[in-house]
């Protein structure tokens, strides 16, 4: 009696090893089903994008007319200077990666915006695009060039710059493109948003 007992005991044990190794299994596979977790990434944008925003505002994620908080709010990263009629940013030009926004900027290729309240109203929006060199800064002229015709109409040629003017909300509004490269060792445009209206 007292063998079958211990017989029994190993069944039972080796029973219950198994049920442990096969519950083991089972959690393990459920768990392996779980999709990974999910990571925010951003999508690449085009340098246009990059510089201009997608086209829903005037500029980027701004209006003119709104005021220095709506503005700081609508960039993503704080302010490099403020000052009570003038906010401004350097930011790096990265296309694959248009969030990182406070990543090392690169001295060769980068742009600066400053934004220029009057009354604490946005009137006027500089962008200056530097670029290593002045045939980059030649492609990149002539794809804002046709961007801003195929948005605005045909431009005038001014005495060293394209402007284009519109109406939004009633508003007049101009847009400025020149090509400062001469005069400096580099690449570099200027674009000007601005608007006597506010």
């Given at each position: 009696?007292?063998?079958?007992?211990?017989?029994?005991?190993?069944?039972?044990?080796?029973?219950?090893?198994?049920?442990?190794?096969?519950l083991?299994?089972?959690?393990?596979?459920?768990?392996?089903?779980?999709?990974?977790?999910?990571?925010k990434?951003?999508?690449?944008v085009?340098?246009?994008?990059?510089?201009?925003?997608?086209?829903?505002?005037?500029?980027?994620?701004?209006?003119?007319?709104?005021?220095?908080?709506?503005?700081?709010?609508?960039?993503?990263?704080?302010?490099?200077?403020t000052d009570?009629?003038?906010?401004?940013?350097?930011?790096?030009?990265?296309?694959l990666?248009?969030?990182?926004?406070?990543?090392?900027?690169?001295?060769?290729?980068?742009?600066?915006?400053?934004?220029?309240?009057?009354?604490?109203?946005?009137?006027?929006?500089?962008?200056?695009?530097?670029?290593?060199?002045?045939?980059?800064?030649?492609?990149?002229?002539?794809?804002?060039?046709?961007y801003?015709?195929n948005k605005?109409?045909?431009?005038a040629?001014?005495?060293?710059?394209?402007?284009?003017?519109?109406?939004?909300?009633?508003?007049?509004?101009?847009?400025?493109?020149?090509?400062?490269?001469?005069?400096?060792?580099?690449g570099?445009?200027?674009?000007?948003?601005y608007?006597?209206?506010?």
């Amino acid at each position: 009696m007292k063998i079958r007992q211990a017989g029994n005991s190993r069944s039972l044990l080796t029973l219950n090893v198994l049920s442990v190794i096969i519950l083991g299994f089972i959690l393990q596979s459920c768990h392996n089903n779980n999709p990974p977790p999910v990571t925010k990434t951003t999508k690449p944008v085009s340098l246009i994008e990059l510089l201009i925003g997608n086209g829903d505002h005037p500029f980027r994620n701004t209006s003119l007319g709104e005021d220095p908080k709506t503005v700081i709010k609508s960039e993503k990263k704080s302010p490099d200077e403020t000052d009570t009629n003038y906010v401004s940013y350097t930011m790096p030009m990265d296309t694959l990666h248009p969030d990182s926004v406070n990543a090392d900027i690169d001295s060769l290729n980068y742009y600066t915006i400053a934004y220029n309240f009057d009354q604490q109203k946005l009137n006027e929006v500089d962008e200056d695009i530097f670029l290593a060199t002045d045939s980059a800064a030649s492609i990149l002229l002539n794809r804002l060039t046709e961007y801003f015709s195929n948005k605005y109409g045909d431009g005038a040629q001014g005495s060293d710059s394209m402007v284009w003017s519109f109406t939004r909300k009633g508003k007049k509004m101009t847009v400025s493109l020149s090509d400062q490269s001469e005069e400096y060792d580099y690449g570099k445009i200027s674009l000007v948003f601005y608007s006597e209206d506010y």
